[in-house]
Each structure stands twice: as structure tokens, then as C-alpha cells.
């Protein structure tokens, strides 16, 4: 099962691009990236995921290298409203079929004015 | 609105006592879950159900129990066994956002319980 690296904490001026890493190095070639963030004592929220390409939506880009062994979340114009704990997963196929995903300690985002 | 309650928001316990936690989504998923999160960590995994009348252990479900008797509901009982049940414990259940075709399944969670053990 493919594990992922973020690192512990990150800071960002509003307004700034914020660009999260996120390591994966052991993923496999159906495995997906998925991209969730947790506002203080709330429950995490969905972001976005990708299998190989680029993905954009309205809250934010993924950006996943060639070889699929890392990845970057960017969150074009930071907010102090996108203050939150980034979790990079990749999801844990169960014997089943389906698919559980699996939660690190996250990258901390601070964004200040 | 379709989404995933839980209930209730704060809870306070005397040691020693078991406490039983709500779960309710009205998304028609198959799968639910609940974690556990203590401060500074991320959410660990304890039990799960893929389909009704059916559930797993996840990685620390010594202490708790759970039933999955309706599609829509998942409780979780938090015994005296468990040796530090004061935690964040939050909810989750899993399937296609609505609106889309279905090609990928992602998790909805639950505002939060947090369970406080006097």
C-alpha cells in the first residue's frame, strides 16, 4: 500500500500562491491521489484527486510528476480562509475491491495577511 | 440537503460508562466509516462497513463496537474498554458526488463528535 511525505507545517502570504508537496513513492499504477483538507475541528473536506494527469477545479490545481511519485497541490490565491491541515492520501485498496483512504498527520497551512 | 450528521456535537462522560455515538447520511452510500483524531495527529481508522449488515475492524477497534443495521446510519459505542476514549471522532461515508457519473467515489464527512471521558 502506497504511503505518503508532506511536511509537517507550511506558511503562505494572502494572496500568494500556495504550493503543498506531497511524496508518494510507492504508489501503483491504479492508484489515485486524492487531496483533502481539515479546518480546525471540523471534518476534512474533499479538495481534488488525479491518476496521471493535471487536474483543476475551482479550489484548486494538482499537479502529479511524470513518474506519479509525488504530487503538488497549488491553491492559486491564498486565503486566510484556506488556514487548514492538507492531507495527501492515497487510497488503500481493500481485499473487497474498494477502497479506503488512509489519513497522515497532514501539512499545516498557515496563510497570513 | 444530502449529507452526513452527527451527534452529538460535544459529549461528556464519567469513566467507565459506555457512550454511543450517531451517525445518519442520507447520500444512499453503500460504505461508511469512523475515525478517530487526537490533537495534532491525523484521523486514524476504527471500524468501517461496505454494505449493510456487514463491518471490518480498522486499526484500532479494540474498545468499541459498532452495528450497520440500516443503510443509513453507522453508530459507534465507545466502551469502557477503551483505555483513552477522549478524542475527535468523526464519521464518514464514501460514494460518488452527486450530479457526476459515478467514475470515482469520494468521502463526505460529519461535522465531529468530540467525546470528553471525565
Known amino acids: 500500500d502506497a504511503k505518503t511525505t508532506q511536511p509537517t507545517s507550511m506558511d503562505c502570504a494572502e494572496g500568494r500562491a500556495a504550493n503543498l508537496p506531497c511524496n508518494h513513492s510507492?504508489?501503483?499504477?491504479?492508484?489515485?491521489v486524492y487531496w483533502y483538507r481539515q479546518i480546525h475541528s471540523q471534518g476534512p473536506q474533499y479538495i481534488i484527486h488525479?491518476?496521471?494527469n493535471n487536474e483543476t477545479n475551482e479550489m484548486a490545481s494538482l499537479i502529479i510528476t511524470e513518474d506519479r511519485k509525488s504530487s503538488t497541490l497549488i491553491l492559486p490565491h491564498a486565503t486566510l480562509r484556506d488556514t487548514a491541515v492538507y492531507y495527501c492520501?492515497?487510497?488503500?485498496?481493500?481485499?473487497?475491491?474498494?477502497?479506503?483512504?488512509?489519513f497522515g498527520r497532514g501539512t499545516s497551512l498557515i496563510v497570513h495577511p | 440537503d444530502g449529507g452526513i450528521t452527527q451527534s452529538p456535537k460535544y459529549l461528556f462522560r464519567k469513566e467507565g460508562q459506555n457512550v454511543t455515538l450517531s451517525c445518519e447520511q442520507n447520500?444512499?452510500?453503500?460504505?461508511m466509516y469512523w475515525y478517530r483524531q487526537d490533537p495534532g495527529q491525523g484521523l486514524r481508522l476504527i471500524y468501517y462497513?461496505?454494505?449493510?449488515?456487514?463491518?471490518q475492524k480498522g486499526d484500532i477497534a479494540e474498545g468499541y463496537s459498532v452495528s450497520r443495521e440500516k443503510k443509513e446510519s453507522f453508530p459507534l459505542t465507545v466502551t469502557s474498554a477503551q483505555k483513552n476514549p477522549t478524542a475527535f471522532y468523526l464519521c464518514?461515508?464514501?460514494?460518488?458526488?452527486?450530479?457526476?457519473?459515478?467514475?470515482?467515489?469520494?468521502?463526505?464527512f460529519g461535522p465531529g463528535t468530540r467525546l470528553t471521558v471525565l
Open positions: 492520501i492515497v487510497r488503500v485498496r481493500l481485499s473487497g475491491g474498494s477502497y479506503i483512504p488512509t
Open positions: 510507492t504508489i501503483s499504477g491504479n492508484e489515485y
Open positions: 488525479g491518476l496521471k
Open positions: 447520500l444512499n452510500h453503500d460504505a
Open positions: 462497513s461496505q454494505i449493510v449488515n456487514d463491518f
Open positions: 464518514a461515508s464514501q460514494g460518488p458526488p452527486a450530479g457526476t457519473s459515478g467514475t470515482y467515489n469520494e468521502q463526505f
